[in-house]
């Protein structure tokens, strides 16, 4: 696991992620969300996003695996957020990245931005928080 003195200020990771056309079942069979609009592409063209849309915590988790992957251990993260900016479809690919904006103290923060293979950002404000114990001596 990373030690706390290996995390810098404009440290970068990524994580790229594909939504294929099985995802947002997939999600829907862990998750309990069934709703028509992730698992019925008739229901999700009437609702006007052109078919089925993958559920939003999906991608939220996807976020937060990029930012663990980053902290190294997910008893670390005291804080994720971010905001839904676009949804996203089977077939999108999903690129995350990352980048440190802060080390204080044993608090790291990082911001995150989400786009799809059109550079269009899926979601916006994205940042996490992490609390770093020292190393041992």
Not at 45 to 69: D, N, P, S, V
Not at 87 to 109: H, M, Q, S, W, Y
Not at 119 to 125: C, D, I, W
Request: with cysteine; aromatic share 8%; glycine share 10%.
């Amino acid at each position: 696991m990373k030690p706390l003195s290996e995390f810098k200020a404009g440290d970068v990771f990524e994580l790229t992620r594909s939504c294929d056309r099985y995802r947002p079942v997939y999600y829907a069979a862990v998750s309990g969300d069934f709703n028509p609009i992730h698992v019925d592409p008739e229901i999700g063209r009437l609702a006007g996003q052109g078919g089925a849309i993958l559920q939003g915590m999906c991608t939220m988790a996807w976020l937060a695996e990029a930012c663990l992957r980053y902290f190294g251990d997910p008893g670390r993260v005291t804080a994720l957020s971010a905001r839904f900016a676009r949804p996203v479809k089977p077939g999108d690919t999903l690129r995350f990245e990352g980048r440190c904006v802060a080390v204080e103290g044993r608090r790291i923060r990082v911001a995150v931005t989400a786009t799809n293979q059109r550079g269009e950002e899926v979601l916006a404000r994205a940042q996490a928080e992490a609390l770093v114990e020292e190393e041992a001596p």
